[in-house]
């Protein structure tokens, strides 16, 4: 391995991501706010830094994973950021989710140091980052996605170049589109069967094989039956990613009926303080409108 690899943010999904960078046989320098979250991957070899900018010291390419915009623009352009470290020439991988005008407008003032940045937002949850099974959008120039390429193989499986920077971004909202239109659909249709009358498991199986069929409903139909709301991905990282859909389409002029509408049905939840339950507990919301319970007490 010749490159130097540097990774910023170990929360749930960067500790798989820089734990597979690590089998793949690179030399791994962490920097997390938290310092604690450093301590297990230290303790399987990796090099803990004091600040975003040593780890950019030592590495050619960073790969920063953190919650939201102004977090990115925390590690990169702050006080003690990658800036202020990283050699002319270095690369930034950004895994975060995060403005897709914001990471034009970081990668542009990065530029002017000589450094090169790609965004690369991953979809696959914490099981997809443990696995290195992501799927990454990724956007920046070609030569920079191409050096970029051997580290988001070794995190991910479907790596898509999808243009110029930003959007990778772009097409992470693209993406939150239809994971919440699936996720509607998928609470109004249990919702329905349940003020049916019929049996919720002969419902499953009668049309999650069909053209109805979803990956939101064959994994998370069955958690909402079961009445089970642990996350895959909780409702208040889904209501960040639902403002940064609802920004861009604000700039773009486009209107987003339906994301605005389930916006504001997941904001109900926040305000319920169930932020940390999974997103699939949507449906709760269509409860409290109907009076309606769907499905049953856990039983595991
Ligand atoms: P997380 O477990 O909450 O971890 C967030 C990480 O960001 C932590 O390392 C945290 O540091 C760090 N951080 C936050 N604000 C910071 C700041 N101002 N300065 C420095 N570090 C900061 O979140 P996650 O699930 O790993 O998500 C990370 C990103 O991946 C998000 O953009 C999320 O939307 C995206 N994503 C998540 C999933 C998923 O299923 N979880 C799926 C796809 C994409 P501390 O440890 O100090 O708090």
């Known amino acids: 391995m010749s490159e130097r690899v540097g990774f910023v943010g170990l929360g749930i999904m960067g500790q798989g991501m820089a734990r597979n960078l690590m089998k793949a046989g690179y030399t791994v320098h962490v920097w997390n706010r938290t310092a604690s979250k450093m301590a297990p991957l230290v303790a399987e070899g990796a090099h803990a830094a004091a600040s975003p900018a040593e780890v950019a010291a030592q ?115 693209v993406n939150q589109v239809l994971v919440v239109g699936n996720c509607l659909a998928m609470c109004e249709a249990l919702l329905l069967a349940q003020a049916g009358g019929v049996d919720l498991q002969k419902n499953f199986d009668a049309v999650s094989q069909g053209v109805a069929g979803s990956w939101m409903f064959t994994n998370r139909a069955p958690q909402i039956i079961r009445r089970d709301w642990r996350p895959g991905f909780t409702i208040a990282l889904q209501q960040k990613d639902l403002r940064l859909v609802l920004d861009a389409a604000d700039e773009l002029g486009v209107p987003l009926p339906g994301t605005s509408l389930i916006f504001q049905l997941y904001r109900t939840l926040e305000a319920r303080n169930l932020g940390l339950e999974g997103n699939h507990a949507l449906v709760k919301a269509l409860e409290y409108l109907s009076g309606i319970e769907v499905g049953t007490e856990a039983s595991q």
Do not use: W, Y
């Open 59 to 173: 590495c050619d390419i960073v790969v920063t994973c953190v919650s939201d915009t102004p977090d990115v623009e925390a590690v990169l352009l702050g006080e003690a950021g990658i800036i202020h470290g990283a050699k002319p020439g270095a690369l930034v991988i950004d895994c975060s989710t995060i403005s897709p005008q914001a990471t034009r407008d970081f990668a542009a003032t990065l530029n002017e140091k000589g450094i090169h940045m790609v965004d690369a937002p991953v979809s696959g949850g914490s099981e997809g980052a443990a696995r290195g099974t992501l799927t990454i959008m990724v956007g920046g120039a070609d030569e920079d996605v191409e050096r970029a390429k051997p580290v988001l193989q070794a995190m991910g499986k479907t790596i898509t170049h999808i243009g110029e920077i930003g959007s990778g971004q772009v097409v992470k909202a």
